[in-house]
């Protein structure tokens, strides 16, 4: 029987490489949730991923996933911190706004008979850190949904994705020098030679997802990272050099400069404690999956740069 795969969030970055790559190997049948399935960018991607069905979905709405979640074999969970109705809840004191959501997906889930939920998560920075850094709630509210997953494995097969820093930040990141005007310049609140796992999330998600539904007795219950392995945090601004030829360097900002404290912990965090808490296992790991990790060779090769506007 071809099992149904519900994709939750199937229009951003990380359900829409799940998309791309379980609709690319024809072995399962795909229901994509979005808040708005008439939207154009969901008509755009029916008309490039035929045969998935498109189903509406709230995370704040537990009865839209209910509904949605019918006679779905395997969710894939994905909660997204920075967007306008999460921020606004947090900043009104509701720390666990993400992971009500994460609730909900869990909660709908096993209300419906779902045999299995495939979620993207992250360490706590809390616990990397010993309570020294807490207030990094994107991360919390991750962790703190996956271990409510872990907590029903009576319920439901849990299995979790961990995501690197993503590349795309790179982009969002940069701008224009205004010494000189022609220089691109990297402004990241991280030392220069922080080692962190990078991931191109467009590309690299999916491909771990297929890899832990492909062993589903082998993963279950464990963490499968999502990155190509560990470089330094000027790597990229290096790598967008040799590829485009044009000047850059990467320059380190001071950790309040983007005047958000969680923000500032966590990068503050990432210096100190490591992404992953410094874990290089997964490295070996994901050589065993059946994907050409992006370097940051490859994701500037890839991307076109058209300056700060492109963000």
């Not at 498109?54 to 911190?81: C, E, Y």
């Not at 080692?195 to 832990?212: E, F, H, M, Q, R």
Request: hydrophobic content about 35%; aromatic content about 10%; proline content about 4%.
């Amino acid at each position: 029987m071809t099992k149904l795969v519900a994709i939750v969030g199937a229009t951003g970055l990380q359900g829409g490489s799940v998309l791309k790559t379980l609709h690319a190997t024809g072995k399962y049948k795909l229901r994509a949730l979005s808040r708005n399935p008439d939207s154009k960018q969901v008509a755009s991607l029916k008309a490039k991923y035929s045969g998935v069905e498109w189903a509406p979905a709230n995370l704040d709405d537990i009865d839209s996933l209910r509904k949605a979640f019918k006679d779905v074999n395997t969710v894939f969970g994905v909660t997204q911190f920075f967007q306008k109705d999460i921020l606004e809840r947090v900043a009104k004191g509701d720390e666990d706004a993400e992971f009500n959501q994460g609730k909900n997906i869990i909660d709908a889930a096993i209300e419906t008979g779902v045999e299995s939920i495939v979620l993207s998560s992250i360490d706590s920075m809390k616990q990397l850190s010993h309570g020294k850094y807490p207030g990094v709630l994107h991360f919390e509210g991750k962790h703190k949904t996956e271990e409510y997953l872990s907590s029903l494995a009576d319920k439901i097969k849990g299995y979790f994705v961990y995501l690197g820093f993503y590349m795309e930040n790179y982009v969002d990141f940069s701008r224009i020098s205004p010494e000189d005007n022609k220089t691109v310049e990297f402004t990241v609140p991280l030392k220069p030679t922080t080692k962190i796992p990078l991931v191109d999330t467009a590309n690299d998600t999916g491909p771990v997802v297929a890899y832990i539904l492909e062993r589903p007795e082998e993963c279950l219950g464990t963490v499968v990272e999502a990155s190509g392995g560990y470089y330094e945090a000027q790597d990229m601004a290096k790598a967008f050099t040799e590829v485009t030829g044009k000047p850059s360097r990467y320059v380190q900002i001071p950790y309040d400069s983007i005047n958000n404290d969680e923000l500032s912990q966590m990068f503050k965090g990432q210096d100190e404690f490591g992404y992953y808490g410094g874990r290089t296992d997964f490295i070996e790991r994901n050589k065993e999956i059946n994907h050409t990790f992006t370097t940051p060779t490859s994701f500037w090769k890839n991307r076109r740069w058209t300056g700060p506007s492109s963000k």
